[in-house]
């Protein structure tokens, strides 16, 4: 079995060769084959030569700099289409995960599981702006998604590479790539792992990032409920809006010849329209969805499905007698 632990670096050379050390140690007792990729997010800071000094004393590291600065989820996925390992690790750079734990991910995937997750459960960081938002945000994600996990955002992760290397992550969908796998068929578990303060360099992320976890979320829900069928999803909302308006129509109608109003004392036309409009431009979206759904499939020649395995009978085998 080889290893290969994936990180996404952006501006830390105060943590680069602290970084390196507590991996080797890490590794080297446990015996196996592995290799260290260490992804450079386009960092402005001395981090690209710092890299570039670990992989050239080392020929189990290898750093990869990206031409700008993409965003963790693309700088995992470089990381993720150049392993070669039959296990991939995924930690983040700043020192706060703990490469000690690394074993213990895959004494826990010998248990049977394809993804096992890290879950911070004695969080070192700041509690207003960090710990109490991720809370809600892990228990929307599992509530929404059906897969429970407690720390989504946790980057220390262990994933078998038959499970990982068929996902594409765009945007910042990093977090829910346990959520990805299960829905493939993953077995998917967690543990309680080590989190350390940073001690070194600046945190990149802040409660901004609350938001468009809510927005990610709102999208994963999308595909994994209409992917397959956008037109049902949009056709609904079409079908709702038709109906508003041809409730505002009969009320617009009722106030002019029994009510005692006239088109224009009541926003009544005015909605009737918008209503209208807003259907048919829900159902347009939905045929438009749905052309861009085959398209995807087709011109890849993908399969709306996965098969697990294919059981037959054989024939039975003919003697001579």
Known sequence: MKLSVTIPIHNEQKN?????DNLIRALEPMGTDFEIILVNDGSDDDSGNILDTIANRDSRVSAIHLLRNYGQTSAMMAGFDHASGD??????????????????????????????SGWRKDRQ???????IPSRIANWLISRVSGVKLHDYGCSLKAYKKEVIKGIRLYGEMHR???????????KVSEIVVNHRPRRLGISHYGLSRVFRVMLDLTLIRFLDKHLQ?????????GLINFFLAVMTFLMMLYYKFWGGKSFT?????TLTVLFALMGGVAVLMGILAEIIMRTYYESQQKKPY???????SQPPVETDN
Request: proline letters at 8%; a negative charge.
């Open 16 to 20: 680069l060769e602290l970084l390196y």
């Open 87 to 116: 296990i991939i690790i995924a930690m983040d750079g700043d020192n706060q995960n703990d490469p000690a734990d690394i074993p213990r991910l895959l004494e826990k995937m010998n248990e049977g599981y394809d993804v096992v």
């Open 125 to 131: 960081d700041a509690r207003i702006s960090r710990i």
């Open 176 to 186: 829910f790539i346990p959520v990805f796998t299960a829905w493939r068929g993953a």
């Open 229 to 237: 069928n956008p037109i049902h999803f949009f056709g609904g909302l």
């Open 265 to 269: 004392e009541t926003p009544l036309p």
């Open 306 to 312: 996965r098969i697990d395995k294919i059981v037959k």
